[in-house]
């Protein structure tokens, strides 16, 4: 099945894909921070979920 962009979740939680708005709207609600945040987060440690939570205290 092809990815259901109207979900409110990924559909791979362990990984973070900042090309897709509505990823970057679910992460940045999950964390709490802004898109600049995420994707400064993304940059520092990778797009693995787990590490960017890490990474931003969580």
Known sequence: MAD???????????RIALG???EVRYW?????VSRAE???AV???GHS???????LGG
């Open 4 to 14: 259901d962009k109207t979900l409110r979740s990924p559909q791979d939680a362990s």
């Open 20 to 22: 897709e708005d509505y």
């Open 28 to 32: 940045t609600g999950k964390f709490g």
């Open 38 to 40: 995420l994707e400064a």
């Open 43 to 45: 940059k520092a440690v």
């Open 49 to 55: 979920a787990a590490a960017v939570e890490r990474h």
